[in-house]
């Protein structure tokens, strides 16, 4: 069971990190939470996607672990993508995505992301990051001016931390298929050790990449 090896080798020090499953449809997943584990104080692993074309770069969670997290989940999975995106020397600005805006809507899970994005402002202050707030507030300057004047982000949102899995995959490839952008990853979040799933039909340049990523993490 070459996945369970390799998480053994990266537990002893043998290996600085792992990636796998291009060959396969056993996931890393497993192993990695069994023998590696998640850091002290996040309580999930998360996925997330890099999001590229030409300049431009995105970071979507949690596009691959967790179904339907609750409010400290969402909160880890927003801290552990702020992380990421400081390791790979982009200054993080998380939008915490909704259909709602700043009260526009009312629900259960309107109040999940709300409660999420107060978790993460009480631990990490200085960071910028907003929420609950709609994708074309976070993103767009001219309409972030209208829904949600005087937000931290300023429409210039690049970490997008979705409420759940369902709208995390969805989007993500709605970006890659229709607009265009590289999708890197997903790169796995919150584990004492770098352990990074590959796509089975991933290519040359994409294993290349989530290599070079893996090494960061390293770091």
Not at 86 to 113: C, N, Q, R, W, Y
Not at 129 to 152: H, R, T
């Amino acid at each position: 069971k070459p996945h369970f090896y390799g998480a053994m080798l990266v537990h002893k020090g043998v290996a600085d990190g792992m990636i796998s499953g291009i060959h396969s449809q056993t996931k890393p997943y497993y192993p990695a939470f069994q023998i590696i584990k998640t850091k002290e104080g996040v309580p999930k692993a998360s996925g997330l996607m890099i999001m590229q074309r030409n300049e431009t770069v995105y970071f979507f969670a949690d596009v691959a672990l967790n179904m339907v997290p609750n409010a400290e989940e969402l909160s880890a999975i927003a801290l552990t993508s702020a992380m990421t995106a400081l390791k790979l020397g982009i200054e993080p600005k998380v939008a915490m995505l909704s259909f709602s805006t700043k009260g526009s809507a009312k629900h259960e899970s309107v109040d999940k992301v709300r409660t999420a994005t107060q978790m993460v402002k009480t631990k990490f202050p200085d960071l910028i990051i907003d929420g609950e707030i709609q994708l074309d507030a976070a993103i767009v300057p001219e309409i972030a001016s209208g829904k949600c004047k005087g937000s931290a982000l300023n429409g210039d949102a690049n970490v997008l931390i979705f409420p759940d899995l369902n709208s995390g995959n969805i989007g993500y490839k709605l970006v890659q298929r229709l607009a265009g952008f590289k999708a890197i990853g997903p790169i796995m979040q919150g584990l004492n050790k770098p352990i990074n799933d590959l796509s089975r039909g991933a290519s040359v340049d994409d294993i290349v990449e989530l290599a070079a990523i893996t090494v960061v993490q390293t770091q």
